[in-house]
Structures are given as C-alpha cells and as structure tokens.
C-alpha cells in the first residue's frame, strides 16, 4: 500500500477509532457508577446488569462508529460528512426525542400566534439532536490543543451524571427517568466529547486507526456480536429491576417492546369465586341499585374538593396538625378512609378512572385536534358519573382551574355548569373556592353537586415563599390550602340548614415523591408514596370513624350515585363506600387498581400489591403488612403463589383493556 493510500485509509478509520475510545470511556463509567452507587443489589445481580446495560450501549456505540465511519469515506468531503451526521441525528432525535421535548413544544405553542405544535416539535428534535454533530466539531478542536485531556474528563463527567441516580433532583434533565431520549442523546454526546477529543497523533488513536485489517474487522464483529445478543436476549426479572434503577441503561424504554416475558404469553383465566365478576367484561351486567333507605336528605348538597399532590400520610395521627390544622380537625369529625388509593400518579389517569369508574386502559386516549402532545379521552363514550347525576335530577358544577379537567377534553365530563377560571397559571384555591361559597350562600333549591380541584401545592413547591427544602415547600403549601379551606368549613359549619344539607369530600388524585425509591415529584412510579391519598368524607348526622380496609377513589362514582338514590352503571368498577358511611362494615369484592406510564398495580386483599410494566416487563410485589414501604420485591417466578398473584392483575386488565381496530394503548407522560 502507497503511503497516500496508507494516509487516506488511516483516516477514513480515524471517526471510527473516536468514537470506539469514546464508548471505552463511557462503558468503564457506568460500570463504576454502577459499581458505587447499586450498593443495595448482590455483586452477581449488579455484575448481569452491567452486562446488559453495557452491551445496550455497546449497540447504540456500534451504530454510531459505523455512521462515523461513513463521514469520512463519503467522498472525504467535510460538507458531505457534516451532513451525513446531522442526517442521523435528526434521525435518531425524531426516533428517541419526540416524547421528552413534547411538553416545551406544548408550551411554546401555546403561547405563539402559529399555534403549530407538530412545527415546534420538529424544531426542538432537531436543535437537540443537532447537538450530536455540534459537539463532534466541537471535540475535534479541542482535540488540536493541549487541553484536550479536558475532553475526556467533561466526557466523564457527563456519563457520571447521566448514570447517576436520582439523588441530585435539581439536576432536572439528567438525574430523572423522566425523559430517556435524552439520556441516550447524553450518552452519545459524553462519547462522543471523550472520544474525539483525543489527538489523532495518541498512541492509543494510532493503535486503534492502525490496527491490522482483519483482526480490526473481527474485533469488530466480535462487539457487534455482543451488542446483538444484549439486545436480542430480554433480562431476567431481578436484573431487570436493577436496570430500571440504574439511568445509565439508556437503551432499556425503546428495546422493552420488542419483547415479551413468559406470564404475558400465557392465556389468562378469570378467577372463579365471589370475585369472578370483576375479571371479565361487564358490559351486559345488571345496574348496582341504590342501597335504602337513602343517607342523604331530598335537597343534597354535596361538594367534592380535590387537593392536588398530597401525601396519605399527612394525616395519619397529629405530626403535621401545627401545618394542617383545618384538614386534621375536618379528619376528626369525617369517616377517615386511612387506606384510600388513586387510580393513578399523576391527575389525568386518576381523575379519570374516578369520573368514568374504569381505570385509564379501559378509556379511549387520542390527541385529537388539540395543540398539545399529550393524549386525552375526547372520543371516548363512556359515560361519567356527573352525567348519570345530571340525567337523575341533580344539576352539578365544576369550578375549573387546570385548563386540562374540561369537558372537551373528556377527563371530567357531564357538568351540568362547568366554569374555567384559569388565566395563565393555576389559580389560588381562593379564587376556586369563592364562588362555591356564594352558591353555597344563596341557599340552592334541591339537590346539588359541586366539584372543584386545587392546585396550589404542586411543584416547585414555592407558592408559599422560599423554604429550606422541597418538602417544607410543599408543605407549606399545602398549609395555604388548610387555611383557605378552614373559610368554607366555617361556612357550612356556622349555617344550621347548610350544616344539614352539605355532605363535603375531601381528597387528592394522588401523592408526591421526596426521595423515596430515589424519586421526586409524582407520575413517575405507582408505589404508595404517590397512590395513598387522603380520603375523608363528612356526612351530615354520621360520626366520625376510621376506616382501614383498602378503598379506591374508583369508590367515589358509585358513591356519590348512591348518596342521592341513584343506581350505578354496570361499566363503574369501584363499589358505593355508603355502608362504612353508615357503619356497617361491608365486604367489596372489587380489586384496587392504578395506571400510569404504561404501568399496572393491584392491590389484593391478602394485602400484597403486584406492579407489572408493561413496557419493560418488569414485576415487582410487595407485601404491604410487613413492608408497608414496598421495600423488598418478594416476587419468585418459581412460587405458584406469588404467580397467582401476577396472573390476577393480568387477568383484569386482559378484561377490560379497550379494544379497537388499529389502537393500542398509549403512553402519556402526565
């Protein structure tokens, strides 16, 4: 071979050998991350994850030495090399990026005369995923200076931080499992920084641009072999649930759909017993009848109040009485249910689930001609619980302050009032409670319902001013809340005919995350830190009690149809809480479920709780009784019983999973 020859294949190899030490880089971090942060797992579990985690990025690495490689043999042309790159990044952001930036692309929508969410959408892909090339160009300036060992450290760095977990939660884009598209485009850039930073001229560039042909190419086909076989062969579950903890697995989300576990493949059975009815389709069942006689008077007022974000535990005993001295006094004169749990964790899945009486895989999610990314029931016919109340003879109001519990949008549906009082952000619980005051004050002839949902202890948790931490942000929040709420208890309880007409709900659609399981905020697991909700319900003439059986806010709908006399819908899969309102203790046979993410949970009555991904196939159950923190996975593929269990929650979802022509379930981030 000529030297020119020699010259021109040594460079042709060189974008290759960048981005083969970049991955080396990347590879060795996530294993010590791996190594020192995965403490709680046993060597050989961390030691299999790592295996898989690396392979998936020894995947994503291979494609990107190969597309590298490309650059520099299409015609050794540095505007056909910079388009060649740019091309697959754009490719791999419209593949990976979509759902992370879809939520700045709502809000720039929004706020823009165009209003063209899908034109924003496409802009933000590509500014990020342009990042890819920039920074290649990037690196390969510093890699001409003596400073490139910098290179190689900011690539370590940014790999350490887009493993790490999730303790560091200011660190907003790289420490939450939130947006996984961007911890592959993170992954590809601390590569990409690292590798090509290092000087051509290197020893170890020279070695890996120079190496001999063909024990190069099977060094080659060996990592590719590799790769294939990470992603080709699916984790056993224990290993699974060590990836899903660990970020630096940026692969695990887009490759879990193209597999399957063995209990997914399986038919499922409905359970035969008194349970049976809730594992199949209900559609030609009978409606539930009014239980008699009647709990509440002719002239009903009954008002639902939703407290967005807050924890069930806020109010087991008096910790947080000092903070909430309004809700632990309305506590102690309601039926407390202590063991209430969303339908989901975040409000769209559970507001839902509670309006509609099924859970979210059983409504029809669509985008349709909305301006935002995320999907909503807008075409679904179920019908909602305020519409049988409407159809019954009691008109209803809902005050609305997100935007997104319209009618239109399907969430909540069949007010027969509904008022939006949002203008730009969400509004104080003030502004929504006024006006259910003055309703209240103009004494309403016959039955009524009203509804509304507050807002103000949501994150950043600093509506009530700078705190030391995010929780005593929140809580002081929520203790602006307490204190607005104190006004209308004050209403009702200092007017004799109000004080008998007005049965007043309190709860939340779910809880918040501070740090449990390594996670903050909410919607992003479904274990009880964010399904326990507060449930209390104060009935005129019934006294205080405290219930511990396991209740769902699925419970409500049948409820409240209850309480003004009115017969359930055969679709509502919760059942009327009105016999602990009396004080009987009634047996319910329906099972407590939530969803969110793509994710399932049922809780059973023997108490154990099972959490399927449906994603990423994972199985996780815990038994609430001694381990009331979900700590330990007790879950054993080889124990019948603990695969019971799963077959159950498979079984009610296999029922009443919606199924349409064309349609699967979709993914909703919120």
């Not at 990470?230 to 899903?244: F, G, S």
């Not at 929504?432 to 009203?450: D, S, V």
Request: glycine content about 8%.
């Amino acid at each position: 071979m000529s030297p020119d020859s020699a010259a021109r294949s040594a460079s042709a190899e060189q974008p290759f050998a960048a981005i083969v030490a970049g991955w080396l880089v990347v590879l060795a971090t996530d294993a010590v991350v791996l190594a020192t942060r995965m403490t709680t797992a046993p060597i050989g579990l961390r030691a299999a994850a790592h295996a898989f985690a690396a392979g998936q990025l020894l995947a994503l690495g291979v494609v990107l030495a190969c597309a590298a490689a490309a650059w520099r043999r299409l015609g050794q042309s540095p505007r056909v090399g910079l388009a060649t790159l740019v091309v697959v990044s754009w490719g791999l952001g419209a593949l990976l990026l979509r759902e992370d930036v879809s939520g700045l692309a709502d809000s720039l929508a929004k706020t823009t005369a165009l209003k063209k969410q899908v034109l924003w959408l496409v802009l933000l892909v590509g500014v990020a995923a342009s990042t890819w090339p920039i920074v290649w160009l990037g690196a390969s300036l510093l890699a001409r200076s003596r400073i490139w060992p910098l290179g190689v450290l900011l690539g370590v760095a940014i790999a350490a931080a887009n493993a790490m977990d999730h303790d560091y939660p200011d660190i907003h884009l790289i420490v939450t499992p939130t947006y996984p598209g961007l911890h592959v485009l993170l992954a590809v850039l601390a590569a990409t920084v690292a590798g090509v930073s290092i000087p051509a001229h290197s020893s170890l560039m020279k070695r890996l641009a120079a190496a001999p042909a063909r024990p190069a190419r099977l060094a080659q086909l060996g990592l590719a072999a590799i790769a294939v076989v990470a992603v080709a062969v699916w984790p056993a579950n224990a290993v699974l649930l060590v990836l899903e903890r660990h970020l630096g697995a940026v692969l695990l989300t887009y490759l879990g759909p193209l597999h399957s576990i063995p209990l997914e493949r399986e038919t499922v059975v409905a359970p035969d017993g008194p349970t049976h009815e809730w594992f199949v389709s209900r559609a030609d069942s009978a409606p539930v009848a009014a239980s008699t006689p009647r709990l509440l008077p002719a002239d009903a007022i009954v008002l639902l109040v939703g407290i967005d974000s807050m924890r069930g535990e806020l109010l087991d005993g008096d910790a947080y009485r000092g903070e909430l001295p309004g809700l632990s006094r309305f506590r102690d004169q309601s039926v407390y249910f202590r063991a209430a749990r969303a339908a989901g964790s975040s409000t769209a899945p559970s507001m839902s689930a509670l309006f509609a009486g099924v859970s979210y895989s059983s409504l029809h999610w669509t985008r349709g001609d909305t301006n935002d990314s995320l999907v909503y029931p807008i075409d679904d016919e179920t019908k909602r619980f305020p519409q049988v109340l409407e159809a019954g003879g009691v008109p209803s109001t809902h005050y609305d302050g997100t935007g997104f519990l319209l009618g239109k949008l399907g969430i909540v549906r069949g007010f027969s009032t509904e008022k939006s009082l949002r203008k730009g952000g969400f509004p104080k619980a003030g502004t929504l409670l006024t006006p259910i005051e003055e309703a209240l004050r103009a004494h309403p002839e016959g039955p009524r319902f009203y509804f509304t949902h507050l807002l103000d202890a949501h994150s950043p948790y600093s509506g009530a001013g700078p705190r030391a931490t995010p929780f005593e942000g929140y809580l002081a929040e929520l203790g602006t809340v307490d204190k607005r709420l104190r006004k209308l208890f004050e209403l009702v309880d200092g007017d004799e005919t109000l004080r008998a007409r007005t049965t007043i709900v309190l709860m939340s659609d779910h809880g918040e995350a501070f740090g449990e399981h390594g996670l903050q905020r909410h919607g992003v697991s479904l274990y009880d830190e964010l399904l326990r909700v507060p449930l209390l319900i104060r009935v005129p003439g019934v006294g205080p009690r405290v219930i511990d059986d396991p209740v769902s806010l699925m419970d409500l709908g049948p409820t409240f149809l209850d309480l003004f006399g009115m017969d359930t819908p055969c679709h509502f899969m919760g059942q009327s809480l009105t016999g602990y309102l009396r004080g009987e203790q009634p047996v319910l046979g329906r099972p407590i479920v939530a969803e969110g993410r793509l994710e399932r949970a049922m809780i059973l009555p023997d108490g154990f709780k099972v959490i399927h991904d449906t994603r990423t196939h994972s199985v996780e159950v815990y038994d609430l009784h001694r381990d009331p923190g979900e700590l330990s996975n007790v879950f054993d593929d080889r124990d019948p019983a603990m695969l019971a269990r799963v077959r159950l929650l498979l079984a009610y979802f296999a029922a009443h999973t919606l199924r349409l022509p064309g349609y699967d379930v979709p993914y909703r981030k919120w």
